[in-house]
């Protein structure tokens, strides 16, 4: 979700679990099989291994939950996906409200979003982001239930490039905190007072976008990140596709960092999955497809065609990508009914 933040967390994220992208290129030729570039052992920032099977790369891509959840959107959003049977299902950040150092409440968050991920059935792919961490107690939370803040892992032919875009994050201050867990808040005891507010805001362009960002909404790589992104690319020069993943959309936002990437990724056949906004848009540079994905549960932040939740399924096929985009009020199951109640 994007609010207005100050202040710094330096150097937060300065020890990852990785291994050398190298080694990790030499122990799977096929590149059929699940290989990602973690230590074994410890916390992973996904729930399981997906299957070597038959069939081309089917995965299902998914906005943010929060902030500002609508209840059961997500929840139901996850059986849904269990009837496509994708090999994986991939987040792009913001699962929890977050924004909070009380770690009882982070935990008691995390486990509502892991009960929800547990009636997928398949695995789920998480990536980090500014609600998931942005202080020393959330970024703890995340080393104890997922690990790394980025990583990559290659499967059926296909690299994954995993980023944190809040490599350092950026807490928000106590005042916008308490403004905005009134919201959460009302919108747990009373969702259609909480929406009617939310909407009113985005009237009132008090809450909307124009299309420009303040000069708090960055985006951040460290030096580190951004080596290790290039190590990473050098290691795996032919992919049949990159999948790059983060979670606010860098190339909207004026990043010099991300223009580095972006540099990086030049020549390569790949896509770019963002979240963050809570608004679809599909734009294409360079032959290359940026996909911002809307939400999953998340509220609105501006009326329009892309205010949606829904699921992008990303199958490759010999010649790339086939997309279909999804909306989980229309995602039914064979009586007609998609279970969802405050989807858009």
């Not at 150092?101 to 398949?122: F, H, M, P, Y």
């Not at 961490?133 to 892992?153: I, K, M, Q």
């Not at 030096?223 to 190590?231: A, H, T, Y």
Request: glycine share 10%; proline share 6%.
């Amino acid at each position: 979700m994007t609010i207005s933040r100050a202040g710094l967390l330096r150097g937060a994220l300065a020890s990852t679990a990785l291994l050398p992208a190298a080694a990790l290129a030499s122990t799977d030729t096929a590149g059929q099989a699940f290989r990602a570039d973690l230590a074994p052992g410890g916390a992973h920032p996904w729930t399981g291994v997906p299957r070597i099977g038959g069939g081309p790369l089917r995965f299902a891509v998914i906005g943010d939950h929060t902030g500002i959840g609508r209840p059961g959107v997500f929840d139901q959003a996850m059986v849904q996906l269990s009837w496509l049977q994708p090999d994986f299902v991939l987040s792009v950040g913001d699962l929890i409200e977050g924004y909070t150092t009380d770690r009882a409440k982070i935990a008691g968050q995390w486990a509502a979003v892991e009960a929800s991920v547990a009636k997928l059935n398949c695995p789920f792919v998480y990536a980090m982001g500014n609600h998931d961490v942005d202080n020393a107690e959330t970024l703890d939370a995340w080393r104890e239930r997922r690990g790394a803040a980025y990583y990559s892992f290659t499967y059926k032919g296909a690299l994954f490039l995993i980023l944190n875009t809040e490599d350092p994050p950026t807490p928000m201050p106590d005042k916008t905190a308490a403004q905005f867990y009134s919201l959460v808040d009302l919108m747990q005891s009373d969702p259609d007072k909480a929406e009617q507010t939310i909407d009113a805001r985005i009237m009132s362009d008090t809450f909307g976008r124009k299309g420009e960002y303040s000069s708090t909404e960055v985006v951040r790589f460290s030096d580190k990140q951004l080596g290790w992104i290039r190590d990473t690319l050098a290691a795996h020069p032919r992919p049949q596709w990159t999948f790059v993943v983060l979670h606010k959309p860098a190339w909207k936002m004026r990043s010099p960092d991300f223009a580095k990437v972006q540099a990086l990724l030049a020549g390569r056949s790949h896509t770019v999955f963002a979240g963050h906004t809570h608004y679809f848009t599909h734009e294409v540079f360079d032959g290359a497809d940026y996909i911002n994905m809307a939400t999953t549960g998340g509220i609105r932040q501006q009326y329009g065609p892309g205010a949606m939740d829904h699921t992008m399924v990303v199958t490759l096929t010999r010649s790339g990508p086939l997309y279909a985009n999804t909306r989980f009020n229309g995602l039914m199951n064979v009586a007609g009914e998609t279970g969802q109640v405050r989807a858009y």
